[in-house]
T-cell receptor, first 110, second 114 residues
Framework: RKEVEQDPGPFNVPEGATVAFNCTYS??????FFWYRQDCRKEPKLLMS???SGNEDGRFTAQLNRASQYISLLIRDSKLSDSATYLC???????????FGKGTMLLVSP | DADVTQTPRNRITKTGKRIMLECSQT?????MYWYRQDPGLGLQLIYY???????NKGEISDGYSVSRQAQAKFSLSLESAIPNQTALYFC?????????????FGPGTRLLVL
């Protein structure tokens, strides 16, 4: 079983749609959680950290469910510029490195 | 100017050749990482370094070596390149500690081994 699993997609949505991505992690000692964004042929960049209480940044909302070991990312009012691959990232307590999921591709069309 | 730079950006080499990929950063971070990314496989950690005297193997270090020449420089070498090392390679840095978990990536090096 992979440590961090994501639906690879692609998710094809029209502009203005709301789309949600889920990610599951296998290690219950996971302590820190993030969503990174990677544009085609570019480097990954931090989109947002995920906090236990859930957090929002504009159109983006991240939630964490420790009991079920999953993380979600909700994007409201999708823009063409949101087209990218979204990487779920986890750090296990006691470890200093990050584990990346394979990513979920989002394609927003006019 | 970019905070994390990688050279070369693209490289074509032949099986058996030795090549070096270089990474430099101006962020003042102590921690540096090398990843490879293959289609459908996501990012895999090759090596990482938490300071100049610290080198650690990642999940796929076989066939690779690294050198941390200075706080700002971290090089990845392929001693004898093979075709399945064809991939996109990223260098990344972080500040360390819980508040420094964010990793900042360079633009990547596309490597093709023939």
């Amino acid at each position: 079983r992979k440590e961090v699993e994501q639906d690879p997609g692609p998710f094809n949505v029209p502009e203005g749609a709301t789309v949600a991505f889920n990610c599951t992690y296998s290690n219950s000692a996971s302590q820190s959680f993030f969503w990174y964004r990677q544009d085609c042929r570019k480097e990954p960049k931090l989109l947002m950290s995920v906090y236990s209480s859930g957090n929002e940044d504009g159109r983006f909302t991240a939630q964490l469910n420790r009991a079920s070991q999953y993380i979600s990312l909700l994007i409201r009012d999708s823009k063409l510029s949101d087209s990218a691959t979204y990487l779920c990232v986890v750090r296990v307590a006691g470890y200093s490195t990050l584990t990346f999921g394979k990513g979920t591709m989002l394609l927003v069309s006019p | 100017d970019a905070d994390v730079t990688q050279t070369p950006r693209n490289r074509i080499t032949k099986t058996g050749k030795r090549i070096m990929l270089e990474c430099s950063q101006t962020k003042g971070h102590d921690r540096m990482y090398w990843y490879r990314q293959d289609p459908g496989l996501g990012l895999q950690l090759i090596y990482y370094s938490f300071d100049v005297k610290d080198i650690n193997k990642g999940e796929i270090s076989d066939g690779y070596s690294v050198s941390r020449q200075a706080q700002a420089k971290f090089s990845l070498s392929l001693e004898s390149a093979i075709p399945n090392q064809t991939a996109l390679y990223f260098c990344a840095t972080s500040g360390g500690g819980e508040t420094g978990e964010t990793q900042y990536f360079g633009p990547g090096t596309r490597l093709l081994v023939l």
